[in-house]
């Protein structure tokens, strides 16, 4: 039975992702992780035609290197291959095919992330009918869905991440040499997608090896299970480094390490939590109904809770640190690889409510909760996030003055700011008038509306605080809706006919996966979870022994 739901899970949510997929090729750090996949596949190099950051400095041999570790341009290749096969057919296609396939990794990580968290509400004993809930709220209603949008490679950090947790959490149950090497892999890839994680990594292993000291000797068979399994990631990012940095254990961040890191970690955290721009809770707002669980999550589920925290919270500590937090994103980019493991707590909250009579609140609170989400996700996914960045920036330089960047720990572009950089992004995350997710439910009325800049100026967010006009045509005029569709619409007319059929193709795909789901939920009303299946646990989280 969950094997059903799994397939439907990932075909709906792979369906829906590219269904809505952008319109916008990879940009930013998307782009240059998607140079060096295209060096790679295309020259058999590894270095890229430009710098980024602007400031990167040359080697001896005078090339560039994506300061990003090579997994994250991996993933790329099997979407090159697929647009290099769409230009051999169609040599005039390339332009509706490149974004289509640079997003294409993204989607499959996002369509992944939904299975491992299925299967992590699953691990947990929860219903299939919560855990299915709980996957399409996950999938649908959180700043998963943005990301499984772009061409960024936090998705597949959150995929990672979800399948570490939940094999730490498998591994935990039942300590065997299958579960040490899925632990290796899971722990592996993640290491190789960022090397932020290794404290997250360590945490979580170090309370794995805690809990389970009882073991003694026969921990290291197991170990070397997990460890076999993640050498070839670690030692292929550090040929990678040697290769490209001279040493295996210098990385492309390592020049900007001292300029980039030393926040106050109170500050971050706030930020990432409660601040008005970038709360998480702000772009994932279901997440607040698992805060209602948490009582119950600590009750039923400890373990869960603390092979989590030990994963989560070191990683968080170590961004915490971070000065430029990621603010050239919508919302806080450095926060979703945890999304699908802070939404546990959510699913624990829907299989405790479906086991109970129902309540006319509680759909109220969820109707509420999926609808704030859809919509945060729908105005997140409707335009490229640097349209309104560049609005704000420059409505806040004519409203409340230039900052003086002499002082930046970014070098100035050519347009005299700094992208990340505190002077150039602090509105985005403290001040109301520019919040990102306001700003974009105006942007898309604006544009839907046909306004000009002045018209749409005229009702933007920020005239709840001043009676001032500002210029925004530069950057208003360049706002675009970011869906695949409008690369046949609009941009490249010629390829409509080849636009319609793959629409026509994502549809009926789309189509099947909510079809294979929602028979796969009649069968399981049929055939209720078995006792087994839905065992209570002990207030440890383990299984509480039979009768």
């Known amino acids: 039975m969950d094997g059903r739901l799994t397939r439907a899970i990932f075909v709906t949510t792979l369906a829906v992702y590219l269904l809505f997929s952008g319109r916008e090729p990879p940009w930013g750090d998307a782009n240059v992780q998607y140079m060096a996949a295209e060096s790679m596949a295309r020259r058999g190099a590894l270095d890229i035609p430009k710098p980024w950051p602007d400031d990167q400095s040359k080697d001896a041999e ?9 997994v994250t341009s991996l993933i790329q290749i099997p979407g090159l291959g697929v647009l290099a096969a769409a230009k051999a057919m169609s040599p005039t296609s390339g332009g509706l095919a490149k974004p289509l396939t640079s997003h294409l990794a993204c989607s499959l990580f996002g369509a992944w992330a939904a299975v491992l968290f299925f299967k992590l509400c699953r691990q947990q004993r929860l219903s299939r009918r919560a855990a299915s809930l709980a996957t399409a709220i996950v999938a649908f209603t959180t700043i998963n869905f943005v990301y ?4 960024y490679s936090e998705i597949a950090q959150t995929a990672a991440f979800t399948g570490f947790v939940l094999h730490l959490l498998m591994f935990d149950e039942d300590p065997s040499n299958k579960n040490a090497r899925s632990v290796g892999f899971f722990a592996g890839l993640l290491f190789s997608l960022k090397y932020v994680y290794p404290p997250g990594i360590l945490g979580g292993l170090g309370i794995l090896l805690w809990r389970k000291r009882k073991l003694g000797k026969q921990l290291l068979p197991l170990t070397l299970h997990c460890a076999a399994i993640a050498a070839p990631f670690v030692i292929s990012a550090m040929v990678y480094n040697y290769v490209c940095f001279g040493s295996p254990f210098t990385t492309g961040y390592s020049e900007y390490f001292s300029q980039h890191w030393g926040e106050n970690p109170m500050s971050r955290l706030w930020a990432m939590f409660l601040s008005p721009g970038k709360s998480i809770f702000l ?47 919508w919302g806080y980019r450095f926060c979703v690889f945890m999304t699908p493991v802070l939404a546990l707590p959510v699913a624990v909250l829907l299989d405790a409510w479906m086991k109970e009579p129902p309540r ?16 945060v996700q729908v105005l997140g996914a409707a335009f490229y996030w640097d349209h309104f960045v560049r609005i704000s920036q420059d409505v806040r330089i004519g409203w409340l003055g230039s900052p003086n960047r002499t002082g930046a720990i970014i070098p100035t572009r050519a347009n005299g700011r700094c ?40 009702a933007a967010p920020w005239h709840r605080y001043t009676s001032s006009t500002f210029n925004i045509k530069d950057a208003y005029d360049r706002a675009r809706l970011d869906w695949w569709g409008m690369l046949w619409i609009k941009d490249f007319p010629h390829t409509r006919a080849i636009g319609i059929v793959l629409l026509l193709l994502l549809l009926a795909g789309t189509a099947w996966g909510i079809r294979l789901w929602l028979r796969a939920h009649r069968a399981q009303m049929i055939s209720r979870d078995t006792p087994d299946e839905a065992s209570p646990r002990s207030p440890s989280g383990d299984p509480l022994p039979a009768e």
């Open 62 to 70: 005078g090339k560039w290197y994506s300061t990003y570790p090579l």
């Open 148 to 151: 499984a949008h772009y061409s």
């Open 283 to 329: 772009y994932s707002p279901p997440l607040l109904l698992g805060i209602i669980a948490l009582p119950r999550m600590w009750r039923e589920h400890r373990s869960a809770c603390v092979i989590a925290l030990a994963a989560i919270v070191p990683v968080l500590l170590a961004y915490s640190r971070y000065k430029l937090n990621g603010d050239w994103s």
């Open 360 to 375: 006319r609140y509680r759909r109220i609170m969820l109707a509420l909760a999926i609808a704030a989400g859809l919509s």
């Open 419 to 458: 992208d990340g950089c505190f002077e150039d992004v602090h509105q985005l995350e403290w001040l109301p008038p520019f919040q990102p997710i306001v700003g974009h439910f105006w942007l898309l009325r604006s544009v839907i509306a046909g306004d000009d800049a002045a018209t749409a100026e005229a």
